[in-house]
């Protein structure tokens, strides 16, 4: 059973950039979900998609935006960055739209990204 | 909303020593609790949770969280700690109308020392 991978697993990026990051879903799981946590925080809910639509979307400018593929595939853009952007953004896959009681979250080892 | 507090952001304890953390979520009608564990450089692993039935849950690693519903509590615990316990830990929670959002608490640093 191949997990959730990411990519890249670092990067630097200039402010006003635009930067795209990547997940490969867990095999067999359908819907994907972006957070955001920054050094020394929680991860914050930034959207979910299931079956290639969003499907919740957490307090998070229009910036921040992503795909899902036909695949269960995913990216997350973030457009204009920001110093405050900078963070570690993780995504977690999971099979259902809202079936998190059947089948949590399984997390990759996310993207840490750094905006200077 | 939900909101989740984790009341200690920094726990050291000594090896084969006891741990509690705490965490405790605003109400709710119905409630799924979770704890994750996230080690240096790594992304968050599960590491038990509560949906329903049974108030304490068990991890395979030790670990035990009882929910508390009359104090909106989570607390994790774990009757001697190993050095490889060392990690952060967070605390989490989802309601039926949230599907599959997580809204996390700020996170607890165990640090085991020898």
């Known amino acids: 059973e191949t997990g959730v991978t990411q990519s890249p697993t670092h990067l630097i990026k200039t402010r006003g950039q635009q930067v795209t990051l990547r997940c490969s879903s867990q095999s067999g799981h359908n819907t994907v979900s972006w957070y955001q946590q920054a050094l020394g925080q929680g991860p914050q809910f930034i959207f979910q998609?299931?079956?290639?639509?969003?499907?919740g979307r957490g307090n998070f400018p229009p910036r921040f935006s992503g795909l899902q593929f036909p695949n269960y595939s995913s990216e997350l853009n973030v457009n204009a960055l920001e110093l405050d952007d900078s963070a570690l953004y993780l995504c977690?896959?999971?099979?259902?739209?809202?079936?998190?009681?059947?089948?949590?979250?399984?997390f990759g080892n996310g993207t840490r990204l750094t905006v200077t | 909303a939900q909101s989740v507090t984790q009341l200690d952001s920094q726990v050291p304890v000594f090896e084969e020593a006891p741990v509690e953390l705490r965490c405790n979520y605003s109400s709710s009608v119905s409630v799924y609790l979770f704890w994750y564990v996230q080690y240096p450089n790594q992304g968050l692993q599960l590491l038990l949770k509560?949906?329903?039935?049974?108030?304490l849950v068990e991890s395979i690693n030790g670990f035990e969280a009882e929910f508390n519903k009359s104090q909106t509590s989570f607390h994790l615990r774990k009757p001697s700690v190993h050095i490889s316990d060392t990690a952060e830990y967070f605390c989490a929670v989802s309601d039926r109308a949230a599907g599959n959002k997580l809204t996390f608490g700020g996170g607890t640093r165990v640090l085991v020392k020898p």
């Open positions: 998609y299931y079956r290639e639509e969003e499907n």
């Open positions: 509560y949906l329903s039935g049974s108030t």
């Open positions: 977690a896959s999971s099979s259902g739209q809202g079936a998190i009681y059947n089948s949590p979250l399984h």
